[in-house]
């Protein structure tokens, strides 16, 4: 199995460009932005997903959130910018380090999401809305 490139990005052995680090996170240039300034935020330890994190991991994760998010739009002068997590091949997970996508947004920059809405039934709402809250338990 080949080694995952954010491991070995976190030990050094594949070269990045650093934006932020500290005990728990790394933000680094990703290298091949979809966008002027796309940087990525992921944790030191290995995850695949959000799911396997817990709490107090997931918080010292995103804590930098706001801050990097103020700090790109300022450097970039984006007028927008979409925080995104993949999680899974189907969502559009590549690389299976846990990480966040900063990702700056320009006017007429062409880039989102495929969004195809359509009212729900409010029933169908409702029973799903349920199933959830009897999975989280609380
Ligand atoms: P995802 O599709 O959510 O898994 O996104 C993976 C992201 O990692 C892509 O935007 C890649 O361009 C980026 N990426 C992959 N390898 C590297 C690397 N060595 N340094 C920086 N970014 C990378
Ligand atoms: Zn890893």
Redesign the pocket.
Known sequence: MSPC??C??VRGN????KVYEDEAALA???????SYG?T?LIPKEHFTQVSQMDVEKYQALVKMVPELTKAIIETTGAAGLNV???NGRA??????HL?I?LIPRYEGDGLGFIWRPKPAQEKELSLLAQKIKGVLGK
């Open positions: 490139v954010f070995e990005i594949i070269p990045s460009t680094f240039m990703d290298i091949n932005p979809i796309h990525l995104l997590q993949n969502a559009g997970q590549v690389v299976e990480h996508h």
